[in-house]
């Protein structure tokens, strides 16, 4: 399956095809669902508190 990729330039969207300009934007669309791109975050961060909570232990217990 190939993605498509996109080009906004001066407000208008198109499909990109060869060279872009510069000043182009060009975007894809997520293969991720629209509930995968919100609990991404949310679980990184409760990853991240969860390790900061085991490393201050640690550390508070020497």
Do not use: G, H
């Given at each position: ?9 001066n407000e208008v969207v198109t499909e990109a095809v060869g060279t872009q300009p510069k000043d182009a934007l060009l ?36």
């Open positions: 399956m190939e993605t498509m990729v996109y080009v906004s330039l975007f894809a669309p997520s293969k991720k669902s629209a509930a995968q791109v919100i609990l991404e975050p949310q679980a990184n961060r409760r990853r991240s508190s969860q390790f900061i909570k085991e490393r201050l232990e640690k550390a508070f217990k020497s």
